[in-house]
């Protein structure tokens, strides 16, 4: 490293900024937000900062440099650790992948729950049809359909042959 005002270090970045430049692009493009956006929520956070600073961080050339308080802050609206925001870009994608982890898992319990409310809606037709005989045949029919559906892809599996997340 060069002695404080030497050559290389005039107007040198450090990794940690270029680091928390990279996550915070991958934190942001991760939740679908603008560089207005992050702006806006930053300046909640109690850290004001316009959408052409927050751009420059991630793209100018050079670079801006961001304060100890605008770190501070980008750490709090993407729920990170200042170490993850500044830390090597390896953990940012492991980040976005655990980020996607926890979209998929949620889709996966919304899918488990609409599977859960048609045993349960089954279940209920086959009990009126227990007490009244005359809709077994369309109970038969629709169940066909269902069959047939399943085959095509078009519903999902029936609980014996689905597979638990």
């Known amino acids: 490293m060069a002695a404080a005002g030497g050559p290389e270090s005039k107007g040198a970045r450090l990794a940690g900024e270029e680091n928390a430049a990279q996550r915070l692009r991958m934190e942001r493009e991760s939740r679908g937000w ?33 304060n100890l308080d605008e770190a501070i802050g980008f750490a ?3 729920d990170i650790t200042l170490a993850e925001l500044v830390g090597p870009s390896g953990g940012a994608v492991s980040a976005k992948m ?20 048609m045993d349960t809606a089954e279940s209920a037709l086959y009990a009126y049809a227990d ?3 005359e809709a077994y045949e369309a109970i038969d029919e629709y169940t ?19 597979r638990h997340w």
């Open 34 to 66: 603008s560089t207005a956006e992050v702006a806006r929520r930053m300046t909640e956070a109690g850290c004001p900062i316009n959408q052409s600073s927050v751009w420059r961080i991630e793209s100018g050339e050079p670079p801006r440099r961001i």
């Open 98 to 117: 655990l980020h996607l982890f926890e979209i998929f898992q949620e889709a996966a319990n919304r899918a488990q729950d609409a599977l859960d409310a």
């Open 144 to 162: 066909v359909s269902l069959s047939i559906a399943r085959q095509e892809g078009r519903l999902p599996p029936q609980k014996s042959e689905r």
């Open 76 to 78: 709090k609206i993407f």
């Open 131 to 133: 007490q009244h005989q």
